[in-house]
T-cell receptor, first 114, second 108 residues
Framework: DTAVSQTPKYLVTQMGNDKSIKCEQN?????MYWYKQDSKKFLKIMFS???????INETVPNRFSPKSPDKAHLNLHINSLELGDSAVYFC?????????????FGPGTRLTVT | QKEVEQNSGPLSVPEGAIASLNCTYS??????FFWYRQYSGKSPELIMF????GDKEDGRFTAQLNKASQYVSLLIRDSQPSDSATYLC????????FGQGTILTVHP
């Protein structure tokens, strides 16, 4: 069974379009995240949800809107896509209590905006 | 100053050697420290975490933490070509902050 899954794996779209990426985890974690990895492979957190509540919202354009219907799912909707949005987007999940805060990543969604 | 800093490499070691990967961090309140391995085109895979000063060993991997020096390292013993990947250091203090990664190449 896949622990953290994302769909789609690849997304090619034109500037100005709106698109969504879906994420699901079956690890029983209560916290989920969205990360962006740019062309230089730098991985940066965008959002974090704990039990459906937004707890981290980094400096991200408001064209990006996360939605968490339940603690096992976290979706990312992007409006008015721009060339600079091209990147790999990773979903991750973890427990919020305890000390180690180990995060497990999904396979990634490679977004290409043309 | 970058919050989490790694030498981007590439670091090249011969098969069977010890690979040493280093990471420094700026926030003294950091609580937990992680090493992720990322193969090209794949997602980051957690290989070690440490939160107490000293060494933590898991198979061929040893993580070392020195909070006074704000330094964390990863040693890979008996390096194999399959260890060739980008190694990401990550530090937790309210959120996980990643370094830019070190590219490791193990050549036969």
């Amino acid at each position: 069974d896949t622990a953290v899954s994302q769909t789609p794996k690849y997304l090619v779209t034109q500037m100005g379009n709106d698109k969504s990426i879906k994420c699901e985890q079956n690890l029983g974690h209560d916290t989920m995240y969205w990360y962006k990895q740019d062309s230089k492979k730098f991985l940066k957190i965008m959002f974090s949800y704990n039990n459906k509540e937004l707890i981290i919202n980094e400096t991200v354009p408001n064209r990006f809107s996360p939605k968490s219907p339940d603690k096992a799912h976290l979706n990312l909707h992007i409006n008015s896509l721009e060339l600079g949005d091209s990147a790999v987007y990773f979903c991750a999940s973890s427990f919020s209590s305890g000390f180690s805060y180990e995060q497990y990543f999904g396979p990634g969604t490679r977004l290409t905006v043309t | 100053q970058k919050e989490v800093e790694q030498n981007s490499g590439p670091l090249s070691v011969p098969e069977g050697a010890i690979a040493s990967l280093n990471c420094t961090y700026s926030d003294r309140g950091s609580q937990s420290f992680f090493w992720y391995r990322q193969y090209s085109g794949k997602s980051p895979e957690l290989i070690m975490f440490i939160y107490s000063n000293g060494d933590k060993e898991d198979g061929r991997f040893t993580a070392q933490l020195n909070k006074a020096s704000q330094y964390v390292s990863l040693l890979i013993r008996d390096s194999q070509p399959s260890d060739s990947a980008t190694y990401l250091c990550a530090v937790y203090y309210g959120k996980l902050t990643f370094g830019q990664g070190t590219i490791l190449t193990v050549h036969p």
